[in-house]
């Protein structure tokens, strides 16, 4: 077993242009005394082996932001104080002796950022599974709660009525024994890896982002940088991961036919998607957890896709909450949220009303993920991990793993008879995400929907299913309707652009949409070929996941602006050479399908 004293530094402000300024994830150890730019914990972070099975790796590598309990009162606080007693100074003090007392009792009883709370009541109904927290009672378990909840998780409504806010933690007076006694502990393995994330991310503050030319670096540079629970999680897909590869590999069976001396000095990539403007053809899938990979999470994402004109798509599962998200929302700018939808549908629904009065700009209603897939990368990882995944229980933990503790509320009951339910809560675009068959998208069509993005869920969920750019053909063939006029022709070359060798966009076929519907891609994408391939076979915008990811746990905002000005510049060349100078003029015929 090995001690060690734990500070950590908080995210610097200071950015610059080619170099990564704000590197996260790299503590500064065993002091006390940084003053101004780090916040300390109230107490060490004590490390030995065996508590916190496969979760400490990722806590021992993000940063925490913590309250430190300053204000040492004694209130002789032994037994369980009024609920929701007042956080800050004022509040009553908790002895760490009380919380340690709870440790072999039927109490549950944990330290989170310097307040102690009484989960006794409520815990078999914790999201993230009953384990976690009964594992680590009579804890300060801050440095597990931090990187996977927003951080007002604990603040007002958001605190769930059963569990009891008890006081501050009075640190003072407490003996070193006891101070010890309340610490997480790691394994040795798990100081390693610590120490491995951060010379990794020394070494990128060196090197700056200027190493990074393409969004597979992204992935590779990433990796060392993680913890192994984040690397896990983002990287992961199900089973095999066969369709998470096929997904990009796909785009191989795709060749353009590129015309030449096409006067391509002034290409443009601007588009809009669902009505809104963005300065790429592309947006950001939502993503669960980005604080796994970078203290500020989907902050990140949202202030990089405000500096560089896309649009972030919020995950419902995100680590930053919608209202954090919001509030560092740029004047205007145009955000979409992705919904899964709650089994108790008085939930959902509220969550739909709260999304439409902050304004978001379309609801992607996932559909792919009634439960949660088998991701083996991530279960290894988990220690907790008690069976089979893809159990629908009315409680989470009981037998699916924590894996699947993003899915735990999910409706597995989801139908396509409930659209005209969520249409009639919302008036905002609706958009059904995971489409993988022509089949549901025709459904959603049917039902109402302005979108469907079509996505394996970056083959996380069920796999072996197609490459997401098989489905996109699929509908090409099947059902060219769902698709704008001009995307309906042949791909490959159509003899009767012999006849006239100098009209490069050959004129739309006679058609026109019965309604708007605008049809999306996500999977695999990782180039501004992949993008502008996606295009020419009718997609009118594609989703990157993982790449946004990488790119904000590599450089947080600048990660992201970096990713963006790489596939812009990737997107604009492919145009060019392909002699083409804006998005519309894309055809099907520029490109070619092998069978
Ligand atoms: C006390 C109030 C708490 C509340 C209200 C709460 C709430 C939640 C929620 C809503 C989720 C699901 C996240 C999502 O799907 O977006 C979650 C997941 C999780 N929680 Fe908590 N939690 C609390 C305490 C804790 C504590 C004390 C711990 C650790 C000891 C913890 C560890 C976790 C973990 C590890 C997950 C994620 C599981 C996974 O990703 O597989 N939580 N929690
Ligand atoms: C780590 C991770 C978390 C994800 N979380 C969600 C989620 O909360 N909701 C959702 O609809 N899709 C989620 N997805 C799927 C993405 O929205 C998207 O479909 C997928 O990442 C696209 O594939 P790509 O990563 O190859 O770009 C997640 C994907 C990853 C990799």
Known sequence: MSLRQLTIRAPQASRSVGRVSRIPHVRQRATSSHAGASTRSPLPLLVAAGVVTGLSAYLLSNQIRLEEANT???????????????????????????????????????????????????????????????????????????????????????????????????????????????????????????????????????????????????????????????????????????????????????????????????????????????????????????????????????????????????????????????????????????????????????????????????????????VGGKRERDLRLKGEFEGPAGGVSEKSGETQGVSQAMFAGVDPDLHWDDIPWVRSLTDTPIIIKGVQTVEDALLAYERGADGILISNHGGRQLDTTRPCLDVLLEIRKHAPQLLRPEFRGDTGLNPESLKNLAQVVPPSRPGKMERPFEVYIDGGINRGTDVVKALCLGANAVGVGRGFLFAQSVAGVEGVEHAVGILQSEILLTLRLLGVNKLSELRPSMVEVKS
Request: include cysteine; proline fraction near 5%; charged fraction near 30%.
């Open 72 to 370: 040492p009162v004694d209130s002789g606080h032994t037994g369980k104080p009024a609920k929701g007693a007042k956080r800050g100074n004022q509040g009553p003090m908790v002895k760490i002796k009380d919380v340690l007392d709870k440790k072999n009792s039927d109490d549950v009883w944990v330290v989170i950022k310097g307040e102690v709370y009484d989960v006794t009541e409520w815990v078999h109904d914790h999201p993230g599974g009953p384990e976690i927290i009964l594992n680590n009672k009579s804890k300060d378990v801050t440095h597990i709660f931090n990187p996977r909840h927003p951080s007002d998780q604990l603040e007002g409504e958001n605190l769930p009525t059963t569990v009891h806010h008890l006081g501050m933690l009075q640190t003072e007076g407490a003996s070193e024994e006891d101070k010890e006694a309340l610490m997480l502990k790691v394994s040795k393995d798990e100081e390693d890896d610590e120490e491995r994330v951060r010379k990794a991310r020394e070494k990128m503050e060196e090197t700056g982002l200027g190493v990074i030319v393409n969004m597979k670096d992204f992935e590779k540079f990433a990796e060392p940088m993680l913890s192994k629970v984040a690397w896990a999680y983002y990287a992961s897909a199900a089973d095999d991961e066969i369709t998470k590869n096929s997904n990009a590999s796909a785009y191989q069976n795709v060749t353009f036919r590129p015309r030449i001396l096409q006067r391509v000095a002034k290409a443009d990539c601007t588009t809009t998607i669902m009505g809104k403007e963005s300065a790429l053809p592309l947006f950001i899938s939502p993503a669960a957890m980005a604080k796994l990979g970078h203290p500020d999470g989907e902050i990140n994402l949202t202030k990089g896709a405000a500096n560089t004109g896309i649009i972030q798509c919020i995950s419902s599962n995100a680590s930053c909450s919608v209202e954090e998200i919001n509030a560092a929302r740029a004047p205007g700018q145009p955000l979409f949220f992705q919904l899964y939808v709650n089994r108790k549908r008085e939930v959902a629904a509220e969550l739909i009303k709260k999304v439409d009065r902050l304004g978001m700009d379309a609801i992607m209603m996932t559909g792919d993920a009634p």
